[in-house]
């Protein structure tokens, strides 16, 4: 199926949920991608922050890609991050996930601190030339440490036909600065768990990639806005707030407590974390539990 290459709505990024024998729990990602196809989102994203990418092997990022795929049946849009220290591995990858029927990758810099401005544009320069799909890059500075300036996306926007998406993550008035820029080119989507997102799309991202804790409630939210309905998405968007407030402290707190609204509202098991891991506390938990309660569970 082909799908827009500048994809718009909300994207619930998934979580990895770890069975009793640290292995990757088959059950729980199936029962996320179904609740992704019945609550409204829009496509479906895995293998950013949320899935714990760091902590899973090659082989287990490979499985995720086909067993999302194979549970979404080309219903919704798929979007894969790509994870990898040089250009041969993410281009096979990238390869891998669009083999499997992925609508886009979101490449992710190298984790290498040192590199500079220059060598992160060929870097990923060289990704796109070898990729033939639709390509969206990771600006996330705070949280990978490392990222490209204005200059440098300006660099790779005229080089590169295939580079039509920007996954940022910032607050509001960057994003919209960044959209001011670049917007005539990129479709922005925000992250941070969906904080702000109202005034995101007003600012003019054409979406968000959350946590799969409450898309449902902002995917709705989404829509509203698209029909015009500011109202109605404010009001969506503040019940939603309490929660995106406590998920989003950090990504450690994301995946630690995130994950487990995520459960409880799934229905699943969230006991079994993978080191290294924020432990929960018998609080955070009870935060969580109530939180779960209070948006219900996901059909």
């Not at 088959?26 to 760091?54: K, P, S, W, Y």
């Not at 996954?167 to 925000?190: C, D, M, S, T």
């Not at 929660?243 to 995130?258: D, K, N, R, T």
Request: glycine fraction near 8%; proline fraction near 4%.
């Amino acid at each position: 199926m082909s799908w827009s290459p500048r994809p718009a709505g909300i994207y619930p990024m998934l979580y990895a949920f770890f069975s009793s024998d640290g292995s990757l729990d088959r059950n729980a990602m199936r029962r996320q991608v179904q609740a992704c196809v019945a609550n409204g989102a829009h496509g479906v994203a895995i293998l950013g922050l949320a899935t714990e990418v760091e902590k899973l092997s090659e082989q287990e990022r490979h499985q995720l890609v086909e067993w999302v795929s194979e549970d979404l049946a080309e219903r919704l849009p798929l979007a894969v991050t790509v994870f990898g220290e040089t250009v041969e591995q993410q281009v096979a990858f990238a390869r891998h996930a669009q083999r499997c029927g992925a609508a886009w990758v979101i490449l992710q810099p190298p984790r290498i601190s040192s590199v500079g401005e220059s060598d992160l544009v060929s870097f990923f320069g060289k990704l796109m030339d070898q990729l033939d799909m639709t390509v969206a890059i990771q600006n996330a500075p705070q949280y990978i440490g490392i990222g490209l300036t204005d200059d440098g996306i300006d660099d790779l926007i005229r080089h590169h036909d295939n580079f039509t998406v920007l996954k940022g993550e910032g607050p509001v008035l960057q994003v919209r600065n960044i959209i001011e820029r670049h917007g005539e080119r990129l479709a922005v989507l925000n992250g941070r768990a969906g904080l702000e997102l109202t005034d995101n799309l007003r600012a003019g991202c054409a979406g968000m990639i959350p946590g799969l804790d409450l898309f449902d409630l902002q995917a709705r939210c989404f829509d509203a806005m698209s029909a015009g309905d500011e109202d109605v998405a404010d009001a969506l968007y503040a019940r939603a707030l309490p929660a995106i407030v406590f998920v989003m402290q950090s990504i450690e707190h994301l995946v630690c407590y995130g994950k487990r609204i995520a459960a409880q509202r799934l229905r699943i098991d969230a006991t079994y974390d993978r080191s290294p891991a924020l432990s929960p506390t018998a609080f955070g938990i009870d935060c969580a539990q109530r939180h779960a309660r209070r948006l219900g569970y996901l059909a």
